[in-house]
T-cell receptor, first 114, second 111 residues
Framework: DGGITQSPKYLFRKEGQNVTLSCEQNLNHDAMYWYRQDPGQGLRLIYYSQIVNDFQKGDIAEGYSVSREKKESFPLTVTSAQKNPTAFYLC?????????????FGQGTRLTVV | QKEVEQNSGPLSVPEGAIASLNCTYSDRVSQSFFWYRQYSGKSPELIMSIYSNGDKEDGRFTAQLNKASQYVSLLIRDSQPSDSATYLCAARRDSSYKLIFGSGTRLLVRP
């Protein structure tokens, strides 16, 4: 089955630790995205990537880093510089076609700082 | 002004009624719009996309785009309790691949 896989589903981080969230897709999509969702809020864009080895900051990139070494993978690292990292993290992907740009989401990773 | 704005709700409708969800957008977003449904604790799922002015129908769902007034709406006919969820409006920012979301409207369908 084609889809987007995020892991782990739940993640606990201690203060001061870096953690990496995995996102893998087998849809052959060029574009990939990371969003953060806080309780009762909409989605805020952290980073996005249109092609391999290229990515751009979204609206709330501070305290996060990404890489895009393979088309299928777009991992997100939440660094210790992110002061309030507890949130629901969503990865999405879409084809790179201005005429048809629906994005599809993985199941999400719920990160909690303990 | 936010690029994509939605009323947070909740919007409460009786079962079988038409639910109307609205979204307004700024000049910074392009003409590609999407409606997603999100159940509590789950990830968003795509319901409709609309790219041109007018209506687009898919089953019980109709998306409407009015470029002159800068709004996009989603109508849900014959609403069911299972339609109770948060509905997110999204748009592409300008000519980029950035996908920007509104804060969502919570819909409650009363049995």
């Amino acid at each position: 089955d084609g889809g987007i896989t995020q892991s782990p589903k739940y993640l606990f981080r201690k203060e001061g630790q870096n953690v990496t969230l995995s996102c893998e897709q087998n849809l052959n999509h060029d574009a990939m995205y990371w969003y953060r969702q806080d309780p009762g809020q909409g989605l805020r864009l952290i980073y996005y990537s249109q092609i391999v080895n290229d990515f751009q900051k979204g609206d709330i990139a501070e305290g996060y880093s990404v890489s895009r070494e393979k088309k299928e993978s777009f991992p997100l690292t939440v660094t210790s510089a992110q002061k309030n990292p507890t949130a629901f993290y969503l990865c999405a992907s879409s084809i790179r076609d201005r005429g048809r740009t629906e994005a599809f989401f993985g199941q999400g990773t719920r990160l909690t700082v303990v | 002004q936010k690029e994509v704005e939605q009323n947070s709700g909740p919007l409460s409708v009786p079962e079988g009624a038409i639910a109307s969800l609205n979204c307004t957008y700024s000049d910074r977003v392009s003409q590609s719009f999407f409606w997603y449904r999100q159940y509590s604790g789950k990830s968003p799922e795509l319901i409709m996309s609309i790219y041109s002015n007018g209506d687009k129908e898919d089953g019980r769902f109709t998306a409407q785009l009015n470029k002159a007034s800068q709004y996009v709406s989603l109508l849900i006919r014959d609403s069911q309790p299972s339609d109770s969820a948060t509905y997110l409006c999204a748009a592409r920012r300008d000519s980029s691949y950035k996908l920007i979301f509104g804060s969502g409207t919570r819909l409650l369908v009363r049995p």
